[in-house]
């Protein structure tokens, strides 16, 4: 009997310690501020009317005079049959990494597709594109169209 009410006894001891150590908070740990949104991620979409609901409601669903519309619904993002086929731009390199000397010497590894890594430096071309600058995990390309691109390297430092 002795036993069992030792047994009981440590059991309510550890059912009490669990339970504190339960509602026991830890503290969080310090984190860096996030980024949102900012001026080169806000991209302001088309405007478009607002949708007049009360008037669809107050519409006869059956009614025999009803047509069809002019122009069929499109979910947003859909194109219509007006719309312009956008231009289509180069595949972009990924950017393996960046080296930058202290006389001006600066090159990049980057890879285009499923082509092997190839080292370049300002000025050279990779595919349609050519190397404006290199920075520190970053670099400018543009094509002869113009379009400007800057690609950072995706995991730097690893």
Request: no cysteine; charged share 20%; hydrophobic share 40%.
């Amino acid at each position: 009997m002795r036993i069992a009410l030792g047994v009981l006894a440590a059991a309510a001891v550890v059912t009490l310690w669990t339970l504190v150590q339960a509602f026991r908070a830890q503290p969080l740990p310090d984190t860096l501020p996030t980024t949102i949104a900012s001026l080169q991620t806000i991209r302001r979409g088309v405007a478009h009317p607002p949708a007049d609901i009360q008037a669809a409601v107050e519409n006869d669903l059956f009614s025999s005079d009803r047509t069809a519309p002019s122009s069929p619904y499109r979910m947003p993002g859909e194109s219509g049959p007006d719309d312009k086929p956008a231009a289509a731009q180069p595949d972009k390199p990924i950017v393996l990494g960046t080296a930058v000397a202290t006389d001006g010497r600066h090159f990049a590894t980057v890879q285009l597709g499923d082509a092997r890594p190839t080292l370049v430096h300002v000025g050279d071309r990779i595919g349609e594109w050519v190397v404006r600058s290199i920075e520190r995990g970053k670099i400018v390309l543009v094509t002869a169209g113009g379009t400007r691109v800057d690609i950072t390297v995706p995991k730097p430092g690893i």
